[in-house]
T-cell receptor, first 113, second 117 residues
Framework: DVKVTQSSRYLVKRTGEKVFLECVQD?????MFWYRQDPGLGLRLIYF???????EKGDIPEGYSVSREKKERFSLILESASTNQTSMYLC????????????FGQGTRLTVV | AQTVTQSQPEMSVQEAETVTLSCTYD???????LFWYKQPPSRQMILVIR??????QNATENRFSVNFQKAAKSFSLKISDSQLGDAAMYFC??????????????FGKGTHLIIQP
């Protein structure tokens, strides 16, 4: 069974902290994504990666960076967390960029206080 | 840029009845996919149904079917014989290439579906 696993379901961090959100997939997918989900705004793409060490900005990359050192792992980094980054973060992976379904993790609800 | 619009923030239907969720999209691409995802309270996004743009036949998965109107850029989801377990947020999504490259799916803002027992 296809699996995308996010390291935490709930996270509380302080303003200014460096935050790492980890995501691992076991499907040998080339492509991985980080989305942010907010009520009334749907899912918005933060960053994606189509290969190891390759990354591309999505629609809302400001305040975030990513790391993909291994094919199965894709990390989202908040260099200095701010309260406006309080949100639900969803990781996904897919076989073919855009033209195939994405498989999602269970989400991390991050609260920055 | 691609956009996906879901005009119904919330829908309510009686159990066992049929409900249709609306979705329109805007793209200049000719080759793309469209998806409906379901997100129950557990937060796990689950693929409900997928439609390839080059296929004229509407996709069907058990009680779920779509009405894909390519010229009108419309992609509605019909749920027949609604069940309590269908209660969830439903997201319409577009997937394809953008400007010669390719990246992630573009999602609508979602429709909250309530099933009345």
């Amino acid at each position: 069974d296809v699996k995308v696993t996010q390291s935490s379901r709930y996270l509380v961090k302080r303003t200014g902290e460096k935050v790492f959100l980890e995501c691992v997939q076991d499907m040998d997918h080339e492509n991985m994504f980080w989305y942010r989900q907010d009520p009334g705004l749907g899912l918005r793409l933060i960053y994606f990666s189509y290969d190891v060490k390759m990354k591309e900005k999505g629609d809302i990359p400001e305040g975030y960076s990513v790391s993909r050192e291994k094919k199965e792992r894709f990390s989202l980094i908040l260099e200095s967390a701010s309260t406006n980054q309080t949100s639900m973060y969803l990781c996904a992976s897919s076989f073919t960029l855009g033209l195939s379904e994405a498989f999602f993790g269970q989400g991390t609800r991050l609260t920055v206080v | 840029a691609q956009t996906v619009t879901q005009s119904q923030p919330e829908m309510s239907v009686q159990e066992a009845e049929t409900v249709t969720l609306s979705c329109t999209y805007d793209t200049s691409e000719s080759d793309y996919y469209l998806f409906w995802y379901k997100q129950p309270p557990s937060r796990q996004m689950i693929l409900v149904i997928r439609q390839e743009a080059y296929k004229q036949q509407n996709a069907t998965e058990n009680r779920f079917s779509v009405n894909f109107q390519k010229a009108a850029k419309s992609f509605s989801l019909k749920i027949s014989d609604s069940q309590l377990g269908d209660a969830a947020m439903y997201f319409c999504a577009w997937g394809g290439t953008r400007g010669g490259g390719a990246d992630g799916l573009t999602f609508g803002k979602g429709t909250h579906l309530i099933i009345q027992p």
